[in-house]
């Protein structure tokens, strides 16, 4: 058995004043919640340390004030802190800004003495560039990120193999696949998935949370794999984040799932060694993967 408790460490809304301390106070907040219930690993949501910004032009707000120049930095350190006293590793997204001027949509993974052993750049970035008066709310990710470039890869940490992506990277099959193929025994993941399609008014928050678990669920199934999603939710300035934190098994059910839009701890036991019936059966890849036929998944 090797069981990691997992805590899933929804948060609510960052408002675009909200300054970064504060946000901190509130991640370490639930991460003293989580140590009392005895966990060995904290979630927390992409661009966990601001609002969504991509949802603002910059004559709406001071975008280059989201990125961080360094991770651990000044106002994260106390967190890495407070995770190294409790032992708890942790995983988070924040907006990545590199020596070379390269933004990324980025999160890390940290071991339980704080030391990250994983970085991953959202490969996946879904809305536009230029600014679309068409839409309800603007989707900028693909105007402050460069699509990631480090793959998808996975790290043996706490004695599991596991793997990260954010958000949008949940929705392609691709993403699970690639690290599946690498053994990834629990896939983290953050994000922030507006309540309304910025194109389609009428989608409800039913369907967009339904869309939601299904791309995690079969995730997860598919290649037999836990799977732990972490929303920041709630109302940003005016723009609704859904909530919907959930922690999936290797069968693809849900054990473990948000019941607010605020800050919001989910926790379940992860027993990793119940990804081995279905990667050693129906998804033996080695024994029933037939690869000749896929050369399309690669090609344009
Ligand atoms: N947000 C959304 C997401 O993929 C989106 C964007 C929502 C795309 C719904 C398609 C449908 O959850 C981020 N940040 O990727």
Redesign the pocket.
């Known amino acids: 058995m090797r069981v990691i408790k997992i805590g899933g460490a929804q948060m609510g809304p960052i408002q675009k004043a909200e300054d970064r301390a504060s946000v901190v106070a509130r991640m370490i907040a639930l991460l003293d919640r989580a140590a009392e219930q005895g966990c060995g690993l904290v979630v927390f949501p992409?661009l966990a340390l601001t609002t969504?910004f991509?949802r603002w032009k910059e004559h709406e707000a001071d975008i280059p004030s989201f990125y961080e120049d360094a991770m651990p930095n000044a106002a994260t350190q106390p967190l890495f802190d407070r995770a190294k006293a409790h032992g708890i590793a942790i995983s988070f997204g924040y907006a990545e800004r590199t020596p070379e001027g390269r933004r990324f949509n980025t999160s890390i993974l940290t071991d339980r003495t704080g030391a990250i052993v994983g970085k991953y750049r959202k490969v996946?970035?879904?809305?536009h560039v230029e600014y679309d008066p068409e839409r309800t709310h603007q989707?900028l990710?693909k105007r402050y990120f460069e699509p990631g470039d480090l793959g998808f890869p996975v790290w043996r940490n706490e004695g599991a193999v596991m793997g990260m992506c954010?958000?949008?990277d949940?929705?392609w099959p691709e993403t699970w696949r690639v690290m599946g193929l690498q053994g990834v025994e629990l896939v983290v993941l953050g994000?922030?998935?507006?309540s309304v399609?910025s194109q389609m008014g009428d989608e409800g928050l039913e369907k967009?949370l339904y869309?939601?678990e299904l791309s995690i669920t079969s995730g997860a199934y598919q290649n037999a794999c836990w799977a732990v999603a972490v929303a920041k939710a709630g109302d940003e300035d005016g723009h609704p984040l859904m909530g919907g934190s959930i922690i999936v098994d290797p069968n693809g059910f849900v054990v473990a799932r948000a019941q607010t839009e605020g800050d919001e701890l989910i926790v379940a036991d992860a027993d990793m060694d119940a990804c081995n019936f279905g990667k050693e059966t129906i998804f033996d890849f080695a024994r029933h993967r037939r690869i000749e036929h896929y050369g399309r998944i690669t090609a344009q």
């Open positions: 992409e969504f991509p996946h970035l879904p809305g989707h990710e954010i958000c949008n949940r929705r994000y922030n998935t507006p399609n967009r869309h939601s």
